[in-house]
């Protein structure tokens, strides 16, 4: 806003006055002061956003790197310890030093768990890896859940049983036919058992049923281990991730299995549900839908994307 008194001897007495129509100057650069400062703030937040960004971007590329190289570990320790056992059972055996036919049968038995539990470590891997590439089909055909499960617990009974485990098997009657990739839904089984397995200390005892609930069918494995904190139920499915307590520090594992029971429950429309209180036990439930009419029978594509928590590991 500008005034001046007119100085000129025709214009004497009069003043002249500038001012913008809608605002006065102290206006206008108010207006101005406001806008400005608030792209500036804009700017430092979006600043402050990247910075973010790039930080938890960087945080989760160094935990994934962490797991990938805990993993290696694990799994070359996995690797090594059978084979070491199965070396040593079979030279034994060979060398014609074992006097008892019950040692022999013993030496025997440790070859064959141990054998079995290398063939589920490598069956993790591969699989892990076809995940990783896409490359993992499932087969879905009419079958029935129950004998699947029953299978996989008659084959693993006899072991289970030796470790001084209680093995109860349920299944409830007139089960509707499921539309499932067998191998895949046995190997998720078998992977549960073998947790349960690893991370039940004093109470030996695990529970295995099938029974329908509404439009699903539920099999769950209940144990009475270690348990599993709050805190850490969403995180366990993730590949490579292990909760860090002494115990499952001493066990052996690749932090893969859950990754892949997951994704096994998924690829059959269905999911895992875990309930677990810390020190009383866990309870991991596949929840698979029944088909309607005319489901099953078809190849189906992996889900897209990679095992476990795709968000936190930040793969495509
Ligand atoms: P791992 O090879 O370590 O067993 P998993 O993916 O099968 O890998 O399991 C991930 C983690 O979840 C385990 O390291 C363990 O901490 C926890 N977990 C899985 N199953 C059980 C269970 N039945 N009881 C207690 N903890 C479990």
């Given amino acids: 806003e500008v005034e001046r008194a007119m100085t000129a001897p025709s214009f004497e007495g009069v003043r002249l006055q500038l001012r913008n129509r809608a605002r006065s100057i102290e206006q206008e650069v108010r207006r101005l002061a406001v806008t400005k ?3 500036i703030g804009f700017i430092d937040v979006m600043l402050l956003a990247g910075l973010a960004l790039v930080w938890t971007n960087v945080r989760r590329e160094l935990k994934l790197s962490r797991l990938k ?5 694990n799994v070359s320790h996995e690797l090594k310890t059978p084979l070491a ?4 059972f079979a030279e034994t055996l060979e060398l014609g030093r074992v006097s008892t036919e019950q040692k022999k049968t013993q030496y025997h038995r440790i070859i064959n768990k141990e054998s079995r539990r290398l063939t589920q470590l490598i069956n ?3 699989d892990f890896s076809r995940i990783e590439a896409g490359r993992k089909e499932y087969r879905l055909v009419r079958s029935d859940l129950a004998a699947v499960v029953r299978d996989v617990v008659d084959a693993y009974r006899f072991p289970i049983e030796q470790q001084g485990f209680a093995l109860d098997l349920e299944v409830a009657e007139d089960l509707p036919e499921m539309a499932l990739d067998p191998e895949a839904i046995s190997q998720a089984l078998i992977n549960l058992l073998n947790n349960a397995i690893k991370y039940s200390t004093e109470e030996k005892s695990i529970r295995v049923s099938v029974r329908p ?8 494995v209940a144990d009475r281990g270690i348990g599993i904190p709050k805190a850490e139920h969403k995180r366990i499915f993730e590949k490579f991730y292990r909760v860090e307590s002494s115990l499952v520090h001493t066990t052996k594992g690749s932090g893969l299995g859950l990754a892949l029971v997951q994704h096994i429950a998924e690829a059959h429309g269905g999911r895992v549900e875990l309930t677990s209180v810390p020190g009383e036990g866990s309870t991991f439930t596949l929840s698979l839908p029944v088909p309607g009419e005319g489901g099953g029978g078809e190849p189906r594509p992996a889900p897209r994307g990679t095992m476990g928590n795709r968000e936190n590991l930040g793969q495509p």
């Fill in 37 to 39: 400062t608030a792209l």
């Fill in 69 to 73: 190289s805990d993993f290696v570990a």
């Fill in 85 to 88: 056992l199965i070396r040593l």
């Fill in 124 to 126: 993790n891997i591969l």
């Fill in 213 to 220: 609930e509404g439009d699903r069918v539920l099999v769950s």
